[in-house]
């Protein structure tokens, strides 16, 4: 079923990967309500790891950025599960939160975050502007630069 | 219009600062069902960044307990916003995420965040009390000393 978002992924290129299983004891995402909590999801790309080290010393801003966009993608992956297939059942994304593995000191949390959020607004238009948080860690699973976790309302 | 909140500020001599509007793709705060997503906030006055540097080495405890509090009316001054101008419509703080900016050995952040904490039960009561997480961050968006994330229930 090609549906209105997954025609837009595809005019941007964007093939969604099989969503990522959890690495332990947690589920990818829970449905509570009208509300879809999606576990941090990494930058993961045909089911390897990409982008480990740290922004301000491995990375620069603009591939923290592409990190993080990868990493929208794989969010996207998980809605789409959440939404048993059809994500036009999206209502809009609600809320990303994201951790960037950084250097002592570094400050460029929000533009490295800007490649996730920029994601959304360019698959689902108004329904993708969402609150956020940007902030900086000393170390991420698998020692990824980038890590996000979202809530999406969905009908 | 001056509700029980707003009185409340009044007493305790508080002003809310002009609400900092976000510069990405992102939105200040979203509202779904009786929930308010406010975005990460820091301790500043309009553009103004009032506390910036690391806690334990640029600020001291108090200083950092301050920047907490300031941080607590930007959430406030968007919660006020997403009530439509009545804070009264505040039903209780259900999260608050506290990030603070500090080298690896500080581990003080609680107490940090505890400032915040303090706010929000001195304005809202035994409502203001929110399940809480804190975090040490090596670094936060243009160098702001704490950032803080919450989840409000309103009516």
């Keep these: ?155 | 219009m001056a509700g029980r909140v707003e009185a409340r500020l009044a007493e305790l001599g508080l002003d809310l600062p002009p609400p900092f509007a976000p510069a990405a793709t992102y939105e200040a705060y979203v509202i779904v069902g009786g929930l308010v997503f406010v975005s990460g906030q820091g301790p500043v006055w309009g553009t103004e960044i009032r506390h910036t540097g690391k806690v334990g080495r640029d600020l001291d405890l108090a200083a950092g307990r301050e920047a907490a509090r300031l941080t607590v009316l930007n959430l406030v001054v968007h919660l006020r916003t997403a009530c439509e101008g009545d804070l009264d419509r505040v039903r209780r703080c259900v999260k608050l995420f506290g990030l603070v900016n500090c080298g690896p050995d500080f581990a003080d952040a609680e107490t940090v965040v505890d400032g915040a904490c303090g706010l929000l039960a001195d304005l809202f009561g035994e409502a203001g009390r929110p399940a809480l997480s804190v975090t040490a961050a090596p670094g936060l968006p243009v160098g702001i000393a704490v950032e803080l994330d919450a989840v409000f229930e309103i009516a």
């Design chain 1, 1 to 155: 079923m090609a549906g209105e978002i997954d025609r837009r992924l595809e005019e941007l290129g964007i093939e969604l990967p099989r969503p990522a299983a959890p690495v332990a004891n947690y589920l990818p995402f829970v449905t509570a309500g009208k509300l879809v909590f999606v576990a941090g999801q990494l930058p993961v790309s045909d089911g390897e790891i990409k982008y480990v080290g740290k922004v301000g010393r491995d990375f620069g801003i603009e591939e923290g950025k592409a990190a993080a966009r990868l990493v929208g993608v794989n969010i996207i992956a998980q809605v789409k599960a959440a939404c048993g297939g059809d994500l036009d059942r999206v209502v809009r994304c609600v809320k990303l939160g994201g951790f960037v593995n950084c250097v002592e000191g570094f400050g460029e949390q929000p533009q490295v975050v800007n490649g996730c959020s920029d994601l959304m607004v360019e698959v689902f238009g108004d329904n993708g502007r969402h609150a956020r948080f940007a902030v900086g860690a000393n170390a991420l699973p698998l020692g990824v630069a980038v890590e996000i976790d979202a809530v999406f309302e969905i009908g």
